[in-house]
């Protein structure tokens, strides 16, 4: 892929994506569906780019497999994307009374787990870049 492609076109593509689902969904904004989609663009750019970011890393990964890793870190972060917008921003809004505009009653669960989505996808994503042999 081109430069444009990956800086512009995917983005651009994935944004517009967001959007639509929220909409069909009639879902709320939620940062760990958000980081998710940050790092959905950034497998994108390994993925494209890997030569590029292979010079950033010790592991002794070769670029194909470096590729391929980063292939399978982008369906996981698909999933948890999902995951965030199809339940967690749907518990947490569902907690929330916008009469009163507070919460009805915390919802320690849906936190816990966009707090859990939003580490998860950090450390598998940029925990390759970390590690040193």
Request: glycine share 4%; charged share 15%; net charge neutral.
């Amino acid at each position: 892929m081109g430069f444009w492609i990956t800086a512009v076109a995917i983005p651009l593509v994935v944004i517009v994506m967001n959007v639509v689902v929220r909409w069909a969904l009639k879902a709320a904004q939620s940062t760990a569906a958000d980081l998710v989609i940050a790092m959905i663009l950034f497998d994108i750019a390994v993925i494209d780019q890997t030569e590029i970011y292979k010079e950033h890393m010790t592991l002794g990964l070769s670029v194909d497999e470096l590729r391929l890793v980063f292939v399978m870190l982008l369906l996981v972060n698909i999933a948890m994307w999902v995951v965030a917008i199809a339940w967690v921003e749907k518990a947490i809004e569902a907690a929330y009374d916008y009469d009163r505009r507070r919460y009805r009653h915390v919802p320690v669960g849906p936190i816990s787990a966009s707090l859990s989505i939003m580490l998860f996808s950090l450390i598998l994503n940029l925990g390759i870049f970390a590690y040193r042999t």
